[in-house]
């Protein structure tokens, strides 16, 4: 368990909805990041937040948006889904320093969109 | 922008034998870390080994090393004495200043009894 929580686990939806996916980081930690893991686009890096703040954005589509609010728990929405992006959603948490700091991931969130 | 590539998308290995699994990266950056990523079906995603660039001793774990080329490059991940639990996907892994993963493509290793 590497103390990193996302919910929901699976997640079934339709083409055209919008879904929020939740991460709790590990106790302490201030930097959240976002992963996408598709068949065809492999894991791609989303978005990366430090103690509310964005701090750096990787191939995250327009209609995906993200925030993490001051206890530290972080939000993935996603909308007007499409059925390419069905896909395993990883959260990721790390320390306090830029140094040196290991990734600690999440179980991931399975999002189907039929 | 980096790149990390895995040559080989599926590999088989003996249960007790050795197996070398590649990766080549791509980076103008001199400071970075690497890292090898096994993903078992449960999709969990857990750290086996890293690697810091300005270090020139290559990282073990237990049953598993590195070899770091940092001149060509080139990121391998040696498990030795296989077991059937190292069956999974592995990813390599390149974490720039930024602390952002950029991943490989994985290779899926089979072990036989």
């Known amino acids: 368990d590497s103390g990193v929580t996302q919910t929901p686990k699976h997640l079934i939806t339709a083409t055209g909805q919008r879904v929020t996916l939740r991460c709790s980081p590990r106790?302490?930690?201030?930097?959240v990041y976002w992963y996408q893991q598709s068949l065809d686009q492999g894991l791609q890096f989303l978005i990366q937040?430090?103690?509310?703040?964005?701090?750096a954005k990787g191939n995250i589509l327009e209609r995906f948006s993200a925030q993490q609010f001051p206890d530290l728990h972080s939000e993935l929405n996603l909308s007007s889904l499409e059925l390419g992006d069905s896909a395993l959603y990883f959260c990721?948490?790390?320390?306090?320093?830029?140094?040196?700091?290991?990734?600690?991931f999440g179980p991931g969130t399975r999002l189907t969109v039929l | 922008a980096q790149t990390v590539t895995q040559s080989q998308p599926e590999m088989s290995v003996q249960e007790a034998e050795t197996v070398t699994l590649s990766c080549t990266y791509d980076?103008?950056?001199?400071?970075?870390?690497l890292f090898w990523y096994k993903q078992p079906p449960s999709r969990q995603m857990i750290l086996v080994i890293r690697q810091e660039a300005y270090k020139q001793q290559n990282a073990t774990e237990n049953r598993f090393s590195v070899n770091f080329q940092k001149a060509a490059k080139s990121f391998s991940l040696k498990i030795s004495d296989s077991q059937l639990g190292d069956a999974a996907m592995y990813f390599c892994a390149y974490r720039n200043a930024g602390n952002m993963l950029t991943f490989g493509g994985g290779t899926r290793l089979m072990v036989k009894p």
């Open positions: 980076t103008s950056e001199s400071d970075y870390y």
């Open positions: 106790s302490g930690d201030l930097s």
């Open positions: 990721a948490s790390s320390g306090a320093g830029l140094a040196d700091n290991e990734q600690f």
């Open positions: 937040y430090y103690n509310g703040e964005e701090r």
